[in-house]
Structure formats: structure tokens, C-alpha cells
């Protein structure tokens, strides 16, 4: 990687070692990133609506209320307050217990898995002041795996440094041991067949997306179609079938809803098969763009806009079959 990008981020609250508080940071401006750094990702969760079968609750989200917080703490003994992800079997919680460790807990507490902190960040001299996170990011679909992720974070006073890396491990659930998969990553996304994993890196020029196969361990690599300006990219949705995915390239920086202004966004379509690519969208200048939903029926559900403009979010609909975008309709 030729380009390094990380955010620089004012310190709002100081840290003291003995506590548990998570800090308020709020982006100012970018700088260069030091090469010998760890730092902490900002890339998105992928954690939203999380299935429990319980009587109280059919959907629990992130950012979970208290009584289903009190439900789930009945089904699932030992878990902390903080976002979840459910194995497909639900029989297994994994969340990130800020300071203290990966848990991954079994249905009635019998079980429990863990990665500590001080197993990944104790040999940074900035541990535990400021360690960074071990996020649960995807279970296999047959609950048999998890993957997490591991973001660093280093301190700078009076500011603390972040980038987008982040390293990739595979756990199997039946030990509790784990494996470094991948490091330097921006964005990673599982295909829903599970066949294959997509890999794109930090702030690489020319934008290039790794398609891994996990039967047989095959790497391609696509470069995708867009000229020089555009800095980072992120599969957005895959369909049903697993064959095809939506890369979202952006000239500029940006991958939130808490912006004003405007980057310019490209949507291209890959196929696994053959590799090719199909532009769906061209230079797009909006402050904020995802691809929500892939439907069964070749329809793309777009959101755009911006909380911070008198735009606001807006929902747009992208036909496959017909190459016809509708126009914005404001967010209910």
C-alpha cells in the first residue's frame, strides 16, 4: 500500500488507568499515519438486528434496551452491556466486553470462550489505558466459527491516533482457539453461501478487491473500474446466490450519516464467475451512500443523505434488470 490515511481525534475525556470509561472522540482533520502504529478501525458494524427465540423478544437490536438486556442476560449468563452477535443455531452470544475480553457465551452459561486483552494489546506500552477492540464480526453458518476482528489504538497526547486497518482471526467455537486470517484490512464481507470472502485493503491506489475462495482457497483479484481519485471501497450487498456483489468506491473519505459534505460515490457490480464488472452508479455526489438490501428481485435499496444537512437520509431504489434509478424519498 502506496497511501496511508488515519484520523486524527481530539481528546475529549482523559483516560484513567483504572477505569473503564470509553472515550469521547470527535474527527477534526486528517494526517499521515505513523508506519509503526497500531491503531483502532472505524470501519462500520456489521452487527444490526439480532434474532432471539424467546417469548419476550422476536428481534433484539445493537443498541438493545435494558429489559432485553435483563432477557438475554437470563439465556445467556455472564454476558456484559454491549452490542451482540447470535450464532445461526442461537445457542451461542459473542460481544465485546470493552476492557476486559472477547466473550462468546453458550445458552445457559455451561460454556464460555474468551480472548483477553491483555492477550492481544498486553504488549502495547499503551495497554490498558488504550488498547482498542476485539469485535465479534461473523459466525459461520454452522455456528462451528467465529470470526472477530482486532482494531489497535495508540496514544499521542494530546490526541489519539486511528486508522482503518484491522486484522481478521478465525475462531473455532469448539476449543475456544483461534488463527490470524488476514491483516491491513479495511473492509472485509462474507458471501451468504459462505463460499467466499472478499478482502479490500487500507487506502490502496489502484483500488483492488481480493475474492477468496474458502472451499479451495483460489484468490482473485479485481481491479476495480474507476479512475485514480477514488481512495477506498467497500462491499456493500451480495446476492442471494452468492455469485455477484456491490462495491461502493468513494473519492474522499467518508462512510457516515454525521457528514455535510458531499464525496463522490461509485457503485460497481462483480461478478464471481467470470469477473466482471458492471457500473451501476458514476460519480454520485451525495454525503453519505449504502446499499441496504439486495432483493430477490434485482433491486438495489439505497440511503443517502446526510443527519447534519437539510437533506437528510433519503432511500432510493437502483433495478438491476432494468438499469433504472428512482428518485430520493425522505427516510420514514
Same mark, same amino acid.
Given at each position: ?9 481530539? =481528546?475529549?475525556? %482523559?483516560?484513567? *488507568?483504572?477505569?473503564?470509561? @470509553?472515550?469521547?472522540? /470527535?474527527? $477534526?482533520? #486528517? =494526517?499521515?499515519? %505513523?508506519?509503526? *502504529?497500531?491503531?483502532?478501525? @472505524?470501519?462500520?458494524? /456489521?452487527? $444490526?438486528? #439480532? ?5 419476550? *423478544? ?275
Amino acid at each position: 500500500m502506496s497511501r496511508k490515511i488515519s484520523i486524527l481525534i481530539t =481528546i475529549l475525556a %482523559i483516560l484513567n *488507568a483504572c477505569t473503564t470509561a @470509553t472515550p469521547m472522540m /470527535t474527527p $477534526t482533520a #486528517l =494526517i499521515k499515519s %505513523i508506519p509503526t *502504529a497500531t491503531v483502532q478501525s @472505524t470501519r462500520a458494524s /456489521t452487527s $444490526t438486528v #439480532l434474532p432471539i427465540n424467546t417469548p419476550a *423478544a422476536d428481534k433484539i437490536e445493537e443498541e438493545a434496551t435494558q429489559p432485553a438486556f435483563s432477557e438475554l442476560k437470563s439465556i445467556f449468563p455472564g454476558m456484559c452491556e454491549s452490542s451482540i452477535k447470535i450464532s445461526p443455531d442461537q445457542n451461542w452470544l459473542a460481544q465485546d466486553c470493552l476492557y476486559d475480553s472477547l466473550h462468546v457465551i453458550k445458552r445457559g452459561g455451561s460454556t464460555t470462550r474468551k480472548v483477553a486483552y491483555e492477550e492481544i494489546f498486553g504488549d502495547s506500552e499503551y495497554y490498558p489505558q488504550i488498547a482498542g477492540g476485539i469485535s465479534p464480526e461473523h459466525w459461520a453458518n454452522d455456528s462451528q466459527s467465529l470470526y472477530f476482528s482486532v482494531s489497535y489504538c495508540c496514544w499521542d497526547p494530546p490526541y489519539i491516533l486511528l486508522s482503518q486497518t484491522e486484522t481478521l482471526y478465525k475462531m473455532d467455537i469448539r476449543n475456544g482457539s483461534y488463527k490470524l486470517l488476514r491483516e491491513g484490512l479495511f473492509d472485509f464481507s462474507f458471501s451468504p453461501t459462505e463460499k467466499r470472502v472478499t478482502f479490500i485493503e487500507e487506502l490502496d491506489s489502484p483500488l483492488i478487491v481480493e475474492i477468496h475462495d474458502m472451499e479451495t482457497g483460489k484468490i482473485n483479484k479485481v481491479k476495480l473500474n474507476v479512475d485514480n481519485t477514488y481512495n477506498q471501497a467497500k462491499v456493500d450487498a451480495w446476492s442471494s446466490d452468492g455469485l455477484k456483489f456491490i462495491v461502493k468506491a468513494v473519492s474522499g473519505i467518508n462512510y457516515s450519516t454525521k457528514v455535510s459534505h458531499n464525496d463522490i460515490f461509485s457503485l460497481i457490480m462483480i461478478d464471481v464467475s467470470n469477473l466482471s464488472q458492471k457500473l451501476i452508479l458514476k460519480d454520485l455526489p451525495t454525503p453519505y451512500l449504502e446499499v441496504t438490501e439486495w432483493t430477490e428481485d434485482d433491486v438495489l435499496i439505497l440511503k443517502t443523505g446526510s443527519e447534519l444537512t437539510t437533506e437528510q437520509i433519503t432511500h432510493r431504489q437502483y433495478n438491476l434488470k432494468t438499469d433504472t434509478l428512482t428518485t430520493p424519498t425522505p427516510d420514514p
